[in-house]
């Protein structure tokens, strides 16, 4: 297999990337100047080195505990559950939410053998019971897994005596009625807001 | 900027990734085992060294000439002409041409400030004098400039008293005349073909 033939089958691994895209970005990188290829295999190749999980939320950070956790002016009441370290990512562009985060590492999906044993439920509530935690937001994509997880995490979680809330679930900003799903559409109903 | 933020930032440099995407396989990346990393790192960095212009036809290889240029095989009196090297690849996929290439390096777009003489005309001239072809066929995008291109050479080559024909224009393969532009269908039934 030659060089670009090599990179293409690479590129092609990568989410949404099928063969086409890889071979575009392949002979985009060729024809540009070389030093763009290094800083790039450079960043990959440090990449695992580099990046490390926070032994506090989970999250993907270079610095232990994470630039969040260790920021004092953040609110320690209140947490923020999420599945992936990349939802933390989102959440912190959307500049809404400035409590600390906790990742569970995946959703509850028996189908896929993820039980509630494999999640970082555990220390979710021991950081609770010991981190005086007022609040806890379950920001879990409105899915059947995401309901599953939350459905579980809200019970074992009532015992403690916290308000634990979901993120709104409904039309998206700038969205139109006529394209909106009727689970969407069903949800938003349920969830109207008085004006 | 830490090591995952560089890296997003240098994927979203590529054609298609915007920042969502490559954040997405950014992540994806670390998720999975460093070694994936690694051998992608070390395809880009090994990129630029490794491929190199034929120094006949001027697309991109690993040996010069290229082992299109260089397989006996092939019919040496057909050349067929491209916009760029990637051209070429998807040309070959097709598996319907077995003559040689030669990549014009971009095509005629005054206001891109891109000339005929930027462009490997010359050779191309040159070849077709040298090399007994018999016929050219030129394989450029049905756009202004694959057609002023087009017109251009075609008038360069009609001297030479050769062959020169244009891949045809018309309704793709699995298309729907509902979803068919204008101008694709008025080419179409310009180029028809009897039963």
């Known amino acids: 297999m030659n060089a670009i033939d090599n990179l293409v089958t690479l590129l092609a691994k990568l989410p949404g990337l099928g063969k086409k895209s890889a071979g575009r970005m392949a002979y985009h990188i060729l024809e540009h100047d070389a030093s763009f ?47 992936r370290s990349q939802d933390v990512r989102v959440i912190e562009e959307a500049r809404e939410f400035s409590g600390r985060f906790h990742v569970l590492g995946g959703l509850i999906s028996p189908l896929d053998g993820i039980n509630p044993g494999d999640l970082s439920i555990g220390k979710l509530l021991y950081r609770v019971k010991n981190e ?17 997880t939350a459905l579980y995490l809200s019970k074992q979680l009532s015992e403690s005596g916290i308000t634990v809330s979901r993120l709104a679930s409904g039309l998206p900003v700038g969205g139109d009625l006529e394209y909106t799903d009727r689970l969407t559409l069903a949800r938003s109903f349920r969830g109207r807001v008085s004006m």
Do not use: F, M, Q, Y
């Open 132 to 148: 005086g935690i007022r609040e806890v937001i379950l920001a879990l994509n409105p899915t059947v897994e995401g309901d599953t």
């Open 37 to 83: 290829a290094a800083s790039l295999a450079a960043a990959l190749a440090g990449l695992h080195s580099a990046i490390k999980h926070c032994s506090l939320c989970g999250a993907w950070t270079e610095t232990d505990p994470c630039p969040i956790c260790s920021d004092e002016r953040r609110d320690g009441g209140i947490l923020c559950v999420v599945e």
